[in-house]
């Protein structure tokens, strides 16, 4: 979990900048919730030297290891984009020739993570050579004895999740860049239905960073962002800006029963286990035993949505709670049925139990 500066800043980065979005990760109390990395994604680059050595843009970061010292001192944990290509994907330096120099660099600088972003390599490598020169990077780091948070970004080609662990990835994107817009998101989501197998503690298919609180969907709509990610258990990073955060975003960011299901001990990435027309029930197995449930209607109307206990293979009579609302909906006997409003979603935690239902049906 944490905070990456490019689906809010773009290229428009610079160190004074990340110093303040990090100081505001703390200050919102959005590391207490669990975001930790502050990754500085493309547009800190600046130049590699005659010897070889990748300097940072000497304006707009003009000391990286200072930078990195200070969101350490305020407890926090940082990383940085590069790609396997001669150029990144917006036409900056990157780091090809150059990874065993540029792995010590970041070691030196005191980075925690490193994205490693495809973009231009297709110019200097054949298909066929994408594993290994994303093998060649993960060598470079574990070299350097720092541990670094292995992040492959490659848009899902040649079906990363087969081999992304193989080649030290610890999250590897499953798609194209998501989009601010409730349609990206939803269909980037459900797409990682299937890939469960791939993603566990320490390997994670990661469907890209969170849109929530940058303005292109409603509140319902970005509820339902969380919900997704959370039930296939994704790297959480926030993509806003968090300077300017609402009530709702923070509130959408922060809740802890909800982000308790993403980082869930067993580490399961849910499926679908439902579907009706534009209805979905997704479901997740959880440490202790119970199951996550997250309800979507993906319709542009008000629709009710029935989980049938025995469909989903759950036991017949559940103790239910709404982590949204926080609230304990008590014991359900075989099935419970909510309205959904459009693009809005339901987080359920389920347990079975052996108490009786009210006698009041509900
Ligand atoms: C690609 C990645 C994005 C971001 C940009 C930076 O598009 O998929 O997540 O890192 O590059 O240029």
Redesign the pocket.
């Known amino acids: 979990m944490g905070w ?1 500066s ?1 689906n809010a800043f773009r ?1 428009k980065i610079d160190d004074a900048l990340i110093r303040t979005q990090a100081a505001a990760l703390v200050e919102t109390g959005l590391n207490k919730a669990g975001y930790e990395y502050v990754v500085i ?2 547009g800190w680059e600046g130049f590699h030297d005659e010897q070889g050595l990748f300097h940072s843009d000497p304006q707009r970061f003009p000391d990286m290891k200072a930078l990195c010292d200070y969101i350490h001192s305020i407890g926090l944990k940082v990383g940085i ?1 590069t790609s396997p290509g001669p150029k ?3 036409g900056r330096e990157a780091s090809y020739g150059h990874e065993k120099q540029d792995a010590e660099t970041f070691a030196a600088w005191g980075m925690d993570f490193v ?1 490693y ?1 495809w ?1 231009s390599a297709d110019q200097v490598y054949k298909p066929q050579q994408m594993q290994a020169a994303y093998k060649k990077m993960a060598d470079a780091l574990a070299a350097t004895g720092r541990p670094m948070l292995y992040s492959l ?1 490659q ?1 899902g080609m040649q079906n990363v999740w087969k081999w992304g662990a193989s080649v030290g990835g610890n999250m590897w ?1 499953t798609t ?2 998501i989009g601010d817009r409730y349609n990206s998101m939803i269909l980037i989501g459900f797409g990682q239905n299937g890939l469960e197998k791939y993603a566990g503690p320490g390997h994670w298919n990661d469907p ?2 969170l849109e929530i609180g940058n303005g292109g969907m409603t509140d319902d709509e970005y509820r339902t962002h969380m919900t997704l990610w959370c039930i296939l258990a994704a790297p959480l990073f926030a993509g806003n800006d968090l300077t300017k955060m609402s009530q709702t975003t923070l509130e959408l960011l922060t809740n802890p029963e909800v982000i308790a299901i993403d980082q869930d001990a067993a580490g399961i990435q849910g499926r679908r286990a439902w579907q009706e027309g534009p209805t979905e029930i997704w479901s997740k197995r959880l440490a202790d035993g119970s199951f996550a449930l997250a309800m979507f209607n993906t319709d542009n109307h008000l629709m009710s949505i029935t989980a049938d206990f025995k469909e989903l293979g759950l036991p017949e009579m559940l103790q239910v709670r709404d982590l949204w609302l926080r609230k304990d909906l008590g014991v359900v006997s075989k099935s419970l049925t909510l309205s959904v409003p459009k693009h809005a979603s339901f987080l359920l935690r389920v347990k079975a139990t052996m108490a009786m239902p009210p006698s009041k049906s509900r």
């Open positions: 990456n490019w290229l994604d493309g984009h990144t994907c917006s994205k972003d973009c970004c848009y994107r194209g860049d890209d960073m």
